[in-house]
């Protein structure tokens, strides 16, 4: 694992979005997975600015989304397909069926996560996944639990996690209840796994995640058992890391 602490959120997101750059030019057709929310806000603007100034051709890529809010349309402005939209796809003009998103709305929500399964498993595996950190630990929306969830599954939310999401929706209680997440397994299968953290309230998880043992207690915490996982830290979010383990610092 290696483990990056960047002197800003800026410089954080800059090395992230290099990082999937390097990913798509090696690899055009590259197969990423991607979270929503505000840590990786800037890395999918600065992606959009690539493909703007031509400096890399996003077109051929797919992209998979970590989770979605169930009981939210696609062309809801709270979802997450929409967060994508705006933030990504509409700038790398992505054609509808390189996207894929678990739909929030279906009807038979088993269903609809052994279909996000199978297109997990069909697109042949994922080339990099971009996450984020719950202050809970979680990844996706896969929250603290007692047990690691193989394959993407409905999931109910957190209190903290709603509380934390609230801010996109009118009040705690218009806070979506349930989402769809990919599974640990799934994510776990991914060829390389980048883990975005920014800001005070990550500190402790990320703490948690990288130092202590891997438990479901903070589902980030199994990212330890994985090959290449490449953990990029605003130093705010890096407050409780000891120096021994940090690898590079980035100013
Ligand atoms: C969202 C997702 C979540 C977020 C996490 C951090 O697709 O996968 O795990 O990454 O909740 O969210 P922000 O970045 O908003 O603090």
């Given at each position: 694992m290696q483990i990056a602490v960047a002197c800003s959120y800026e410089a954080m997101s800059e090395i992230a979005a290099q990082e999937i750059l390097k990913t798509v030019r090696k690899k055009p057709q590259s197969v990423l997975a991607l979270a929503a929310g505000s840590t990786p806000v800037l890395v999918y603007e600065k992606l959009g600015r690539f493909h703007a100034e031509k400096?890399?051709?996003?077109?051929k890529i797919t992209t998979f989304q970590i989770d979605e809010y169930i009981?939210?349309?696609?062309?809801?402005?709270?979802s997450f397909f929409q967060f994508f939209q705006k933030y990504l796809f509409h700038k790398i003009t992505?054609?509808?069926?390189k996207i894929h998103t678990p739909r929030g709305m279906a009807e038979d929500i088993a269903l609809e996560c052994q279909r996000y399964h199978e297109e997990i498993v069909m697109s042949g595996g994922i080339d990099l996944l971009v996450l984020g950190i719950g202050s809970?630990?979680?990844?996706?929306?896969?929250?603290?639990?007692d047990f690691f969830t193989a394959k993407t599954h409905a999931v109910e939310l957190s209190e903290a996690t709603r509380r934390a999401n609230s801010r996109f929706f009118k009040d705690l209680d218009d806070t979506p209840k349930w989402a769809i997440s990919m599974g640990i397994e799934e994510m776990m299968h991914a060829k390389k796994i980048m883990l975005l953290a920014s800001g005070t309230g990550k500190a402790s998880a990320l703490a948690e995640a990288l130092?202590?043992?891997?438990?479901p207690k903070i589902p980030a915490s199994i990212l330890q058992f994985h090959q290449d996982v490449l953990v990029i830290a605003d130093e705010a979010a890096a407050m409780r890391l000891s120096a021994d383990i940090i690898t590079e610092r980035i100013i």
């Amino acid at each position: 694992m290696q483990i990056a602490v960047a002197c800003s959120y800026e410089a954080m997101s800059e090395i992230a979005a290099q990082e999937i750059l390097k990913t798509v030019r090696k690899k055009p057709q590259s197969v990423l997975a991607l979270a929503a929310g505000s840590t990786p806000v800037l890395v999918y603007e600065k992606l959009g600015r690539f493909h703007a100034e031509k400096e890399c051709d996003f077109s051929k890529i797919t992209t998979f989304q970590i989770d979605e809010y169930i009981g939210l349309s696609t062309d809801d402005k709270r979802s997450f397909f929409q967060f994508f939209q705006k933030y990504l796809f509409h700038k790398i003009t992505l054609p509808l069926h390189k996207i894929h998103t678990p739909r929030g709305m279906a009807e038979d929500i088993a269903l609809e996560c052994q279909r996000y399964h199978e297109e997990i498993v069909m697109s042949g595996g994922i080339d990099l996944l971009v996450l984020g950190i719950g202050s809970n630990g979680h990844i996706g929306f896969n929250e603290p639990d007692d047990f690691f969830t193989a394959k993407t599954h409905a999931v109910e939310l957190s209190e903290a996690t709603r509380r934390a999401n609230s801010r996109f929706f009118k009040d705690l209680d218009d806070t979506p209840k349930w989402a769809i997440s990919m599974g640990i397994e799934e994510m776990m299968h991914a060829k390389k796994i980048m883990l975005l953290a920014s800001g005070t309230g990550k500190a402790s998880a990320l703490a948690e995640a990288l130092t202590r043992d891997i438990t479901p207690k903070i589902p980030a915490s199994i990212l330890q058992f994985h090959q290449d996982v490449l953990v990029i830290a605003d130093e705010a979010a890096a407050m409780r890391l000891s120096a021994d383990i940090i690898t590079e610092r980035i100013i």
